[in-house]
């Protein structure tokens, strides 16, 4: 988009709701000491249309007879852009600036009308490293298949007794880790980086990018293992934490309290019956047993039941012995 086209168009949008005429568009330009005459003004608006039509697939901009311009199509509905800014906002590892700049793009071709629709709490919040910068490194590298060098974070208390990072040197000669990168990976709203480190043969390393620190390529050979593994597997494996990795037919009995809580985390196709009470019998068929399951089952307390199988019962039942021992 041209500078004609960024100017008309920011012109047309910041008008609440409502069509432009001409002359009104012409004032506006007048004032930014842009002139154009009207032939320019509307060739240039038939222009933007034709930039955005492959996307909208219909103008943007429309005459209204007798009265002017208006926006009739936003390049974003409204929901598929507040599902991105919210995504963008509740990024725990984005600085303040970053989330600004990102939302600030997003909008740039948003209608006055729609912004003022938009639900945006970003708050300050700055960070010791940035997660743009980070990303952009990593999938530079891994396309150019480049080593980076980088530092990973640790923690250690002061005297004050607060925590404060220091760089790792866990499993390393010293603080800076050299690595070749293979694929980048979302999990829990976190970016992880998997790749081969050297000093760890035979094997696939993993690092959470808003870890680390000081992020750079480096120069040498780049060890290319991904032929040994099967990468999607080891990703599977890494972040559901397989506890025997067996599909199992597990049975629960919950409180109907939880029942969209159970729905969510199983889907639609389990088996539900009504208990005696507020109870009720999931039956879920061919469901992998992982630590994240575990997990889930203990933070659910008193309002879930394990039935079967008992190798599950057993392993709730020796998690929870283990907390009650802090608690004695």
């Known amino acids: 988009m041209g500078e004609k086209m960024a100017v008309i168009f920011a ?7 409502k069509a432009m005429a001409g002359k009104d568009i012409a004032k506006a330009l007048d004032a930014q000491g842009k002139h154009m005459d009207m032939k320019t003004i509307y060739k240039t608006i038939r222009e933007i249309n034709a930039f955005f039509y492959p996307v909208l697939q219909e103008d943007m ?28 906002t ?71 007794r607060h925590p404060y990072e220091v760089a790792s040197t866990h499993g390393n000669h010293g603080t800076t880790y050299v690595v070749s990168p293979y694929t980048i990976v979302l999990s829990n709203n976190h970016y992880y980086m998997i790749g081969y480190f050297s000093l760890r043969k035979n094997s696939l390393s993993m690092y959470r990018i808003d870890r680390m620190r000081k992020v750079l390529t480096r120069k040498g050979a780049f060890y290319d293992i991904r032929d040994s593994y099967d990468i999607d597997d080891y990703i599977s494996r890494s972040f559901n934490m397989f506890v025997n990795g067996v599909e199992t037919d597990l049975v629960l009995h919950f409180h109907k309290g939880i029942l969209r809580e159970v729905v969510s985390r199983f889907g639609e196709n389990i088996t539900i019956e009504s208990l005696s009470g507020e109870w ?17 089952l203990l933070m659910l307390g008193s309002q879930v039941e394990v039935v079967s199988p008992k190798s599950i019962r057993e392993d709730i039942r020796k998690e929870v012995e283990k907390t009650l021992k802090h608690y004695k």
């Not at 005459?63 to 936003?74: A, D, T, Y």
């Not at 980070?134 to 974070?153: C, D, G, P, R």
């Not at 009720?280 to 889930?296: D, F, H, K, M, P």
């Open 11 to 17: 012109i047309i949008a910041s008008s609440p709701g």
């Open 280 to 296: 009720y019998e999931a039956v879920v068929t061919a469901q992998s047993y992982s630590r994240g399951l575990l997990s889930w």
């Open 61 to 88: 901009f429309v005459p209204i007879r007798k009265v002017g311009w208006q926006l009739r199509k936003e390049y974003f509905e409204d929901g598929q852009l507040q599902l991105l800014i919210d995504a963008i």
């Open 90 to 160: 509740y990024n725990k590892d984005l600085s303040y600036n970053e989330k600004q700049e990102l939302i600030d793009k997003l909008t740039y071709f948003s209608s006055a009308s729609q912004e003022s629709r938009l639900i945006t709490h970003v708050e300050k919040d700055e960070k010791p490293f940035s997660l743009m910068l980070n990303l952009s490194v990593i999938m530079k590298a891994i396309a150019t298949q480049t080593n980076i060098a980088f530092e990973y974070v640790s923690y250690e208390i002061d005297e004050n």
